[in-house]
């Protein structure tokens, strides 16, 4: 008898890991769920009609949900009292959003498709159709995924690169992933859309020298030495369209975050930055290809993963 409970136990831990790392596919729910990609593409536009920044939340997002432990939504887990998740690591605490545009997309694909469809795949479409909605690039993505039974608020403490990182920390970081420094480069250019806080750049308006001055007082004017942690600056000077201003900002010394600054800072990547600010098809086919490559990164084997009917919390 118990010789018969190892092996289903090493069933069991095969199973999960297969199912964790199980291949992706364009058609996964061609037959299970075939309106899915209608339904995430109608709730990101209501959500993008209503608030422009949410096609840049939602992308953000699912690279903090990808870099941590995999793309298996373990950033849409609420704490509970036994688990301190990633919501309120210092990277998303008062700052990650769209949360509740997951819920609505959510609730209408369960009513088309009932416990089918997991929500590390909805975020992951929801993320490709918030940046093609502010005209960005139509990423091929691939579903298949499973959401995890856990997250951890310090994995993306330890996990997501600082608005304040150096280069070589960049390079590093985005390595241990699987991405060289060029599809880092790419991925970086996420920065086109969106807005950033405060609290993220006021050290750089202040303290960095490689950085434009008219541009540095333009910032300073809604970003004080104390307080207003919370008020927003344009990543970039178009920041509701998804286009090549960012590498060209850059070029210019207006980088908003010191670590986008140290993409054109007389290191490794400048010449990359300065082929983006010229030839905008090439960005946009190197950042669909990063993305592409990002939504493949799987949880570790032996992760615990179901389709989660509410993606707050676990069934």
Partial sequence: MASINV?????????????????LSSHFYSKSCPRLKWIVRAGMAKAVNRDKRMGASMLRMFFHDCFVNGCEAS????????MRGEKNAFPNRNSLRGFEVIDDIKT?????????????????LAARDG??????????????????RTASESEANNNLPAPSSNLSTLISMFAVKGFNANEMTAMSGAHTIGMGQCQFFRTRIYNDTNINSAFAAQRRANCPLNGGDSNLAPLD???????NKYFIDLINQCGLFHSDQELSNGGSQDALVRTYSMNSITFRKDFENAMIKMGNLSPASGTITEIRK??????
Wanted: hydrophobic share 45%; net charge negative.
């Fill in 7 to 23: 092996s289903y136990f090493f069933i069991v831990l095969f199973l999960l890991a297969f199912s964790a790392n199980a291949e």
């Fill in 75 to 82: 950033v849409l887990l609420d704490d509970t009292p036994t």
């Fill in 108 to 124: 209408e694909v369960e009513a088309a498709c009932k416990e089918t469809v997991s929500c590390a795949d909805i975020l992951a």
């Fill in 131 to 148: 940046a093609d909605l502010l005209g960005g690039p139509f990423w091929d993505v691939r579903l298949g995924r499973r959401d995890s």
């Fill in 237 to 243: 000077s178009t920041d509701i369209k998804f286009d």
């Fill in 310 to 315: 509410n993606c707050r919390v676990v069934n």
